[in-house]
């Protein structure tokens, strides 16, 4: 277990005017190792202890079906009267669509799936509404399917991952077990501590990565760019395999946040010209069809090459997977269940169909 912090205030208004990474800035901490960075005045924060062996958990599955629970108790409730039994006709059609539209999927995805469940019905020569829940499953299952895409981070070394998102998401909370999650695989880890905007968000993290042997990266200035930069080629010195770069939150809707960000995106490409290889964005589950606009204007702000969706625990909004898969495809990376360590796992659509319905 490991918390990060809890603060959601919006960062300032002023956006680092520079495209040249920030070198004026006051070390927070003594390198504890040998070779320096490649910015002298950044911290390096050395590995200090290994977290000590977890108590058994439940499996993975266990833990994806309690966190669904919330949804698939609003869409079991509402389809388990609608598979009870009976025959199929319109009227059973259009509670379909209601519990649908309930549960979060959206309009443009309902519309598909029951327009693919009456295929499936007539092509199967289904007349039982008992036979329904199979035909929706499989539905279902192929729109969200193309959203499973796995990371890969081979052939490229570091592997730059950088993170966005509006303020609480859980772009801090998911680095730390995503670098928990790779560190697992054998992989070394460097974390970009690079939400600058707040003091503590930058404590946390250190603390976090001596707790866990994990170097990271950090300013006291506040240029978000210049750590991301200091961060890769720190990463490179030592042959890193993956860096976890953490941006401030900000609103799609706070323009000037929204630039600021872009000039990380350039900025790390100026120490890596391939990097990030990997912008993620993280999605509140609990913001519902709200996501889809995230996800349009970070898309269109970043270039998105992935998402992640955390805090489906703590939401009936689970069908959300369902309205991103139709109205803006982005592959979905990782999703979280729940605040523990291992509560973020890759995304697998037959798992999540799955833990919904059964
Ligand atoms: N229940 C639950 N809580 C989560 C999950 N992921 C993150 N959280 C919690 O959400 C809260 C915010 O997480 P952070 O990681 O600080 O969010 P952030 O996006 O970094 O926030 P800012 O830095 O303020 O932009 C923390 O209390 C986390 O523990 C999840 O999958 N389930
Ligand atoms: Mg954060």
Request: hydrophobic share 45%.
């Amino acid at each position: 277990m490991f918390s990060f912090f809890k603060k959601k205030s919006a960062p300032p208004a002023t956006p680092a005017s520079s495209e040249t990474p920030a070198t004026n800035t006051t070390a927070i901490a003594e390198p504890h190792i040998a070779d320096a960075p490649s910015t002298p005045e950044t911290a390096v924060i050395a590995p200090v202890v290994a977290e000590a062996v977890p108590p058994k958990k439940p499996s993975w599955t266990e833990r994806l079906k309690a966190g669904l629970s919330k949804t698939r108790d609003k869409l079991g409730k509402s389809l388990a009267g609608l598979f009870g039994g009976g025959k199929i006709d319109e009227d059973l059609y259009d509670e379909l669509e209601t519990v649908l539209l309930t549960a979060d999927m959206g309009v443009d995805a309902t519309l598909h799936l029951l327009k693919d469940v009456r295929e499936r019905v007539s092509l199967r020569g289904l007349k039982d509404a008992a036979e329904l829940k199979g035909a929706l499953k499989d539905s279902l299952n192929d729109l969200i399917g193309p959203l499973e895409q796995p990371l890969d981070i081979a052939g490229r070394k570091p592997y730059v991952i950088m993170m966005a998102g509006v303020n609480g998401a859980g772009k801090t909370t998911s680095i730390g077990k995503l670098a928990k999650y790779f560190q697992s695989q054998g992989k070394s880890v460097l974390l970009a501590a690079g939400d600058t905007f707040r003091a503590a968000a930058r404590e946390q993290l250190i603390a976090w990565g001596e707790r866990n042997n994990v170097t990271v990266i950090a300013q006291q200035s506040g240029d978000s760019a210049a750590v991301c930069f200091d961060a890769i080629k720190a990463a490179q010195a030592r042959g890193i395999d993956i860096v976890l770069a953490d941006t401030a939150g900000r609103l799609p809707t706070q323009l000037h946040l929204m630039e600021e960000i872009k000039k990380v995106k350039r900025v790390i490409q100026k120490a890596l010209p391939e990097a990030p290889h990997e912008v993620m964005l993280v999605l509140d589950a609990n913001i519902g069809q709200n996501a889809i606009n995230q996800v349009k204007v970070f898309d269109e702000a970043l270039g998105l090459t992935g998402l992640i969706l955390t805090k489906l625990d703590g939401t009936a909004k689970g069908g959300v997977i369902a309205a991103i898969a139709k109205q803006n495809p982005v592959p979905l990376r990782f999703v979280g269940v729940g605040e523990s360590i291992d509560d973020l796992r890759p995304f697998n659509a037959r798992d999540y169909v799955d833990a919904l319905f059964d």
